[in-house]
């Protein structure tokens, strides 16, 4: 190498030195990497009271919820789905997905209206084209 | 060195080396698909491959990045640096296969163009934590394939020295956005301790390795040399070089090769004509000098490529009093045969 590509490598290399390690510590930090509760299931809890029917799995927890004449569902996603794709359904028996309820994607708390008469719902990954996970009321 | 392009130019020590290559490749890409699904087997075969080649293309990048270093603090890398090109072009059909599958998988299912859906798909570039990680990797893919199709002959040829090392030296800029690529992505879903420290210990190992030599570089460059009353320079004593190879001396702020050969002794101007390479960390190879980075070749006593290639360094004198050799710094015209100096080992 010329004196001057010594040069410019020795000054890429201090600023890469100094340049990584500050965007590790920000990228540790604010993805929060060394927590706990980082990759464990998620302790979101609902604050409405006025369930009818609730259900559980390890994945979700869903609550069937009567408000006025509106019925809805609050399905608690506790853990992230590792799938590309998770679309809600409402279950019509016969292990069958019925109308599509919504989507799902990140760990939280999510609303939907929906029929009454529901009896379940399932969790559907319509890329590889499976179920994930079903729960009956 | 060859007169004529060839797709690729093979010699029996360069297909030896690509045999490591693939090999190694291959090793790799089987053991990690092995240990996934003993603990994951759930995992889906696009995944898999998403993951072996991603992690393939971060440890062979690593791998290329430290040969520069490693060979200026020990020769006995130089033989790695020889052949780096292939594994730097390797590197980029590991990177290629991450990429391109990871842009079938995430973008190629919906009704958009996959390229636009990895620019438009994720639009939160005010977060670190939901930052669109993707791009970053796609940036870096694109800057590999431009240094990957241009490391052909062809290419070294017809760009400058200037533009070819200039492009060439995007690499570093590949390397920050791969690892923000993979801290800011891969580590959003996969947040193991492990995986993180070995990418931390990467860095540390590379950076310094790099900082190392630019420092025992400078350390040369500042080095005083002893003059005598005609002006002639001190260099060292004879022994210290070993045979068939060079030290290398700074000389009026330009590095000298200094090449001990046959029972003689020449010097010619460190940087290799072609792209810059450092002649003095090469080795006489039929009776030429050979440069290390891609093999071109030139006489030591007079500086030329043997014809019918055209290249030619500056020579300079040397003069050995008892064991000592000295050296004349006023350089000659690039290509001025310079009677070796003879001695008896």
Excluded at chain 2, 96 to 113: C, D, E
Excluded at chain 2, 165 to 173: A, P
């Amino acid at each position: 190498m010329t004196s001057g590509l010594r040069k410019i490598h020795k000054y890429i290399w201090i600023l890469i030195a100094f340049v990584i390690p500050i965007l590790m510590v920000f990228s540790i930090k604010d993805l929060d990497m060394f927590s706990p509760s980082a990759n464990s299931k998620s302790e979101i809890t609902s604050t409405k009271s006025n369930a009818i029917k609730i259900a559980e799995n390890d994945l979700i927890k869903a609550s069937l919820i009567k408000k006025d004449s509106t019925n809805s569902i609050e399905v608690i996603l506790k853990s992230t789905l590792k799938y590309p794709s998770s679309i809600l359904y409402e279950y019509n028996g016969n292990n069958k997905k019925g109308r599509l309820i919504g989507q799902l994607t990140t760990v939280g708390i999510y609303n939907f209206n929906v029929k009454e008469s529901l009896k379940g719902i399932i969790i559907y990954d319509a890329i590889k084209e499976e179920v994930i996970t079903k729960i009956l009321f | 060195m060859g007169l004529e392009y060839q797709l690729v130019l093979w010699n029996k020590h360069k297909k030896t080396y690509d045999k490591i290559i693939a090999f190694s490749m291959l090793l790799y890409v089987i053991l990690f698909a092995a240990i996934t699904l003993i603990f994951n087997s759930e995992t889906s075969i696009e995944t898999l491959i998403i993951r072996a080649f991603g992690s393939l293309a971060i440890i062979m990048l690593h791998i290329i990045l430290s040969i520069g270093p490693l060979s200026r603090l020990n020769t006995k890398y130089l033989p790695i640096l020889y052949n780096r090109r292939h594994l730097g072009v390797s590197m980029f059909l590991a990177a290629l296969i991450h990429g391109g599958f990871s842009i079938f998988q995430f973008h190629a299912l919906g009704n958009v163009n996959p390229i636009y859906s990895i620019f438009t798909s994720n639009m939160d570039y005010g977060s670190l934590t939901n930052f669109p990680f993707q791009i970053l990797g796609f940036l870096a893919l694109l800057i590999l394939f431009v240094m990957a199709s241009t490391s052909h002959d062809f290419f070294l040829a017809n760009l400058s020295a200037k533009t070819w090392k200039r492009l060439h030296m995007m690499v570093y800029i590949a390397y920050i956005l791969i690892i923000v690529h993979v801290f800011l992505g891969a580590f959003q879903q996969e947040t193991s301790p492990f995986t993180i420290g070995i990418l931390i210990i990467g860095f540390i190992i590379i950076s310094s390795l790099h900082i190392i030599t630019a420092f025992k570089e400078v350390k040369i460059d500042k080095a005083k040399m002893e003059a005598n009353t005609e002006g002639w320079l001190k260099l060292c004593e004879i022994d210290e070089i070993d045979d068939d190879r060079a030290k290398i001396f700074t000389v009026k702020n330009e590095r000298i090769a200094v090449f001990k050969y046959e029972g003689k002794l020449s010097a010619i101007h460190n940087v290799c004509k072609h792209q810059g390479g450092p002649l003095g960390e090469g080795k006489i190879i039929d009776g030429c000098i050979t440069c290390p980075w891609h093999g071109y070749q030139y006489l030591p006593y007079n500086g030329q490529s043997p014809p019918p290639f055209i290249e030619k360094v500056a020579t300079y004198e040397l003069k050995l009093l008892g064991t000592i050799i000295y050296i004349n710094p006023k350089a000659f015209e690039e290509g001025t045969k310079v009677e070796p100096i003879q001695f008896v080992s």
